[in-house]
């Protein structure tokens, strides 16, 4: 099952996103949730905290500026852009990369 959220700012998508992925991860079925929000905020609904979000976020950036090597495969994605959540719930911060040209294989 694949779920999206989306809508204009303000709407509350992060925070039903959340509870959505919490719940799900409780119910038995294995979330991975991926923030692709400009302003990747789903790691402090989630329960991860600011600190880790912020580290997730950088981590992003650091590849936007090639400082550090692109994943090559969606496992290498998950493992070094992600962090488990409460309940079960990897969390992944996919914010979009600003370079047209990222450092990418």
């Known amino acids: 099952m694949k779920i999206a959220v989306a809508g204009k700012g303000g709407a509350g998508k992060t925070t039903v996103s959340g509870t959505l992925a919490r719940s799900l991860a409780r119910a038995g079925h294995d979330v991975l949730a991926l923030d692709a929000d400009a302003n990747p905020?789903?790691?402090?609904?989630?329960?991860?905290?600011?600190?880790?979000?912020?580290?997730?976020?950088?981590?992003?950036q650091a590849i936007d500026e090639g400082e550090m090597e692109h994943q090559r495969s969606v496992d290498e994605l998950i493992e070094g852009c992600g962090t488990n959540a409460p309940d079960g719930v990897r969390l992944v911060v996919v914010s979009?990369?600003?370079?047209?040209?990222?450092?990418?294989?």
């Open 41 to 60: 905020m789903l790691g402090v609904s989630l329960g991860v905290g600011p600190e880790e979000t912020d580290r997730l976020a950088a981590v992003r």
């Open 96 to 105: 979009r990369i600003d370079r047209a040209d990222p450092p990418c294989p």
